[in-house]
């Protein structure tokens, strides 16, 4: 495998996304059509193999073309925190896993179009952040199975 540059290395990786929604909402989500999405705190597993700061800055922002299903779900939901989890390795897949672990429920076919699993977007009834078991998934730079 080609060697990055240090600076590449450490813009690379995946990310936790938590949002705060406070009410039910209807959202229309591109091809998932139009989901019940319940209150609560919400953990969207993603990676950007190029460019991790800047694409967790846009995820800040609500103003912005709708490009994943993530996007439509942020015109709604309050921007809570994110994590960086720098890395060349394509840990996006295995992070989602481990979520769904510690998660209260999952959003069937949310944010995994491009890959096998279930769902990319998790909910919790209280603040993931304040959870030891989430907290520690930000260390994690390579993962084992299961």
């Not at 591109?30 to 209150?39: E, K, N, Q, V």
């Not at 460019?51 to 921007?79: C, E, M, N, Q, T």
């Not at 919790?124 to 299961?146: E, N």
Request: aromatic content about 8%; proline content about 6%.
């Amino acid at each position: 495998m080609p060697r990055m540059p240090n600076r590449l290395a450490r813009d690379s990786g995946s990310y936790l996304l938590v949002l705060r929604l406070m009410a039910w909402r209807g959202v229309t989500v591109g091809a998932l059509g139009r989901l019940s999405i319940r209150p609560g705190y919400y953990v969207y597993v993603g990676s950007a193999m190029n460019g991790l700061a800047a694409r967790i800055a846009r995820h800040r922002r609500v103003r912005k073309p709708s490009h994943w299903h993530i996007d439509y779900l942020r015109r709604h939901a309050r921007f809570h925190g994110s994590v960086a989890i720098p890395s060349r390795a394509r840990l996006e897949c295995l992070l989602a896993a481990r979520v769904r672990q510690v998660a209260a429920w999952a959003v069937p076919g949310f944010g995994c179009s491009d890959c096998s699993c279930s769902s990319h977007l998790f909910g919790f009834r209280r603040d993931p952040l304040r959870l030891r078991v989430f907290r520690s998934l930000a260390k994690i730079t390579k993962l084992p199975p299961g």
